[in-house]
Every structure is written in structure tokens, then in C-alpha cells.
């Protein structure tokens, strides 16, 4: 219920800036394909508004060591994805005005790199039992699109919620 109350105060609240994914319910996510492609090949593609700029602009600049793997990109395409990230993320002017409050506090004291760390993240999730994240299909915090089919596309609709067995 609470992803709704948030899309609900996004709604009735935006920042004046509009995106095309209020009317359906979304979060907004990057316009070019590259970004799921390139992101989504490994992780689910997140919403940028779930962190920050600077996570996205320490993340971006480290892709050597991604969390222990080597997901460099080329220059221009990481630039490329870098500017669209920023310009939706949790603390720009686009961003989701309802997520915002909730997506520069941190659970730890410094800038989260992980959606999971976050404190959007952490607000959503404060009911789900830890062994929900043992469970096989899901395997940890970090696999969204486990229970949020339609992720990729920015939609963390509790209706669509399926968590797995």
C-alpha cells in the first residue's frame, strides 16, 4: 500500500515537471534504450530516483569494479547514461517529489551505492521478513525485478508485486 500512497502524493504533488510515466503509474526512467540494455543485461534497471546524483556519479565513474565485476562501458555511452541519471535522480529537480524525501536519507552515513542502502528502499521494505530475501528465486535485496516484474520499466506498483515462493 505504501508504493501507491507515494505514486498517489506523486500524482497530486509533482514538482511542476511532469513525466510521462505519471499518468501510468511509473517512475521515470532514462529515455534511451542503452540504459536497460546496457544496466539491465546484469541487475534490474533501476529507477534513478532511487539514489541521489552523487551515487549515481560515484557508481558511473567506478564501472571497473562494479561490485566486483568489470561493467566498463564506453566513454561516451557511460557520459550519455551518467547525464540522464543525474537528470532523474532522487535529488534533481525531476524527481519524484513523493520518493525524494526518502531517497537522500541514507541507512548509513555515507552516499549509498546500493538501491538497497537507500532510504526510499528501506521505508518500502521495513515489513518484509529477512528470509524472504534467502528465498531461492529472489536471492537478495538487490533482485527487484524478482518481485517487481515491470521494473525495468520503472514500475513498483504493489498491485504488481509477485513475490516468489
Not at 510521462?20 to 539491465?40: K, N
Not at 543485461?41 to 539514489?51: N, V
Not at 561490485?67 to 566498463?72: C, K, L, N, R, T
Request: charged share 20%; hydrophobic share 40%; with cysteine.
Amino acid at each position: 500500500m505504501k508504493i501507491l500512497q507515494a505514486l498517489a502524493f506523486t500524482t497530486l504533488f509533482s514538482t511542476g515537471q511532469p513525466y510521462a510515466g505519471e499518468l501510468q503509474g511509473t517512475l521515470p526512467m532514462p529515455e534511451t534504450a542503452s540504459y536497460v540494455a546496457e544496466c539491465g543485461s546484469c541487475h534490474t534497471a533501476y529507477a534513478p530516483t532511487f539514489l541521489p546524483a552523487a551515487s549515481w556519479r560515484d557508481l558511473m565513474a567506478n564501472l571497473a569494479n562494479h561490485f566486483g565485476d568489470d561493467a566498463s562501458l564506453a566513454p561516451e555511452l557511460r557520459d550519455d547514461l551518467l547525464k540522464q541519471l543525474e537528470r532523474l535522480a532522487g535529488d534533481s529537480p525531476r524527481a519524484v517529489a513523493s520518493i525524494t524525501r526518502y531517497a537522500t536519507r541514507q541507512t548509513t552515513g555515507e552516499a549509498a551505492l546500493r538501491i538497497t542502502q537507500g532510504g526510499f528502499f528501506a521505508f518500502m521494505h521495513d515489513e518484509v521478513p529477512g528470509s524472504f530475501w534467502k528465498r531461492a528465486k529472489i536471492g537478495s535485496k538487490a533482485n527487484c525485478g524478482a518481485c517487481h516484474p515491470n521494473a525495468d520499466q520503472g514500475s513498483y506498483l504493489e498491485r504488481e508485486v509477485r513475490i516468489p515462493k
